[in-house]
T-cell receptor, first 111, second 115 residues
Framework: AQTVTQSQPEMSVQEAETVTLSCTYD???????LFWYKQPPSRQMILVIR??????QNATENRFSVNFQKAAKSFSLKISDSQLGDAAMYFC????????FGAGTRLTVKP | DGGITQSPKYLFRKEGQNVTLSCEQN?????MYWYRQDPGQGLRLIYY???????QKGDIAEGYSVSREKKESFPLTVTSAQKNPTAFYLC??????????????FGDGTRLSIL
C-alpha cells in the first residue's frame, strides 16, 4: 500500500507570516492525485488544495500553494499571510484507486 | 444540497455487541470509504468500495464489515471482534473514472465509545 509521511507533528507560525508543511509519499505509480485537507476542532474535513501528478505546474489557491516535486515524491504546502483561522490539523493525502492520508501536522497560529 | 450524511453522531457499544454506522450520500459518487481516526492521529482506511456490490479491505479491516447494496449507502458494522472500537469514524465519497481528480467529500463523523 502507498504510504504518506508527514514528518512534522506540530508547527507554529506567527500571524501574517509564511509557513511550509512537509509531505512525502511512496508510490510506483506515475498517474495519481495529491490533496491537502484541513481539519479544524469541529473535525470537518475541508479541502485546501489538490494537484494532479501529470501537471508540472504547482497548484495555487489564494494564500495556499504547493511545491510538488514528483521525482522526489514530495508535496509540501505553503501558507502565506497566515491567519488565526488557519489553525487546524492539516493532512496530506494520496489517491490512486483508494485514498491514503498522512498522520497530520497540527498548525498553531500565534497572534 | 448534495452531501454525505452520517448517523448517529454519537454511538455507544456494549461489550460483545455489534453496532452499525450509517453513511448515505446523494452526490451520485461511485466510490465510498470508511476511515477511523484516533485522537491526535490521521485517518486510517478501513474499507472502500468503487462500485455497488463490491468492496475492498483497507489497512485496518479486521473487526469491521461493510456492504454496498445501493450506490447511495455504505454502512459499516463494528463487530465484537474489534476489541478497541473507541474512535471517530469518517465516511467519504468521491467520483471515479474521468472525474477521479475530484476530491473526496466527507460526512461529519460518528464518535463511537464503549460503555
Amino acid at each position: 500500500a502507498q504510504t504518506v509521511t508527514q514528518s512534522q507533528p506540530e508547527m507554529s507560525v506567527q500571524e501574517a507570516e509564511t509557513v511550509t508543511l512537509s509531505c512525502t509519499y511512496d508510490t510506483s505509480e506515475s498517474d495519481y492525485y495529491l490533496f491537502w485537507y484541513k481539519q479544524p476542532p469541529s473535525r470537518q474535513m475541508i479541502l485546501v488544495i489538490r494537484q494532479e501528478a501529470y501537471k508540472q505546474q504547482n497548484a495555487t489557491e489564494n494564500r495556499f500553494s504547493v511545491n510538488f516535486q514528483k521525482a522526489a515524491k514530495s508535496f509540501s504546502l505553503k501558507i502565506s499571510d497566515s491567519q488565526l483561522g488557519d489553525a487546524a490539523m492539516y493532512f496530506c493525502a494520496y489517491r490512486k484507486n483508494d485514498m491514503r492520508f498522512g498522520a497530520g501536522t497540527r498548525l498553531t497560529v500565534k497572534p | 444540497d448534495g452531501g454525505i450524511t452520517q448517523s448517529p453522531k454519537y454511538l455507544f457499544r456494549k461489550e460483545g455487541q455489534n453496532v452499525t454506522l450509517s453513511c448515505e450520500q446523494n452526490l451520485n459518487h461511485d466510490a465510498m470509504y470508511w476511515y477511523r481516526q484516533d485522537p491526535g492521529q490521521g485517518l486510517r482506511l478501513i474499507y472502500y468500495s468503487q462500485i455497488v456490490n463490491d468492496f475492498q479491505k483497507g489497512d485496518i479491516a479486521e473487526g469491521y464489515s461493510v456492504s454496498r447494496e445501493k450506490k447511495e449507502s455504505f454502512p459499516l458494522t463494528v463487530t465484537s471482534a474489534q476489541k478497541n472500537p473507541t474512535a471517530f469514524y469518517l465516511c467519504a465519497s468521491s467520483p471515479t473514472g474521468a472525474r477521479r481528480n475530484q476530491p473526496q467529500h466527507f460526512g461529519d463523523g460518528t464518535r463511537l465509545s464503549i460503555l
